[in-house]
């Protein structure tokens, strides 16, 4: 894993009709999108463990275009992202992460399925610790993950907020959060 540390990383509070989350990137890509109405601190606090060092700086100019694809995507009218990534993981991590961006727009796969996509299918509740660690909700879109069994599991921002997006990409409405 590289180490970068004394990265800027630029943030905004996201806000959109129901929707309200902090997003931060640094100048190679979206780093972190946040749990619905959380507080400042969960981003700061998550800054702190994945970019030690660094500073945080508001730039609403500089979060314009990943707040523009977000807002569009809650608005339901965009599907996939067009701008750069910049996270940390395992190699591990990194697998399951980009499992997650391949699971299309409106559906969902299981724990297992994506086991099995990374070629790992012993490694189910290893994905589901990788899954759980993802910093950047919605666009890895870990909320399209659901039980064997076709049910809700745990997710960072919330089930209320799983549900909302999974509702929003089928075409339904999203519930007052």
């Known amino acids: 894993m590289e180490n970068r540390t004394n990265t800027t990383l630029y943030w905004t509070l996201l806000t959109y009709k129901e929707w309200s989350f902090y997003i931060a990137a640094s100048e190679k890509g979206l780093s972190y999108v946040g749990s619905q ?56 991590q990194l697998a399951v992460w980009k499992a997650l961006c391949e699971i299309p727009y409106g559906q969902t796969w299981s724990y297992s399925d994506i086991a099995t996509h990374i070629q790992k299918p012993a490694a189910v509740r290893a994905v ?33 907020m799983k549900t909302n997006l999974l509702n929003l990409e089928k075409g339904g409405s999203v519930r007052e959060l």
């Open 37 to 92: 109405q959380k507080p400042f601190d969960e981003m700061s606090e998550w800054v702190t463990r994945r970019f030690p060092g660094s500073e945080l700086v508001q730039d609403e100019e500089k979060m314009e275009p990943y707040a523009k694809e977000l807002i569009e995507y809650l608005q339901g009218n965009r599907q996939t992202f067009s701008f750069p990534f910049d996270y940390r993981g395992t190699p591990f």
């Open 128 to 160: 589901g610790t990788a899954i759980g660690a993802n910093p950047i909700l919605i666009t890895v879109p870990c909320h399209r993950v659901i039980g064997k069994n076709g049910t809700l599991t745990g997710y960072r921002g919330g089930l209320e």
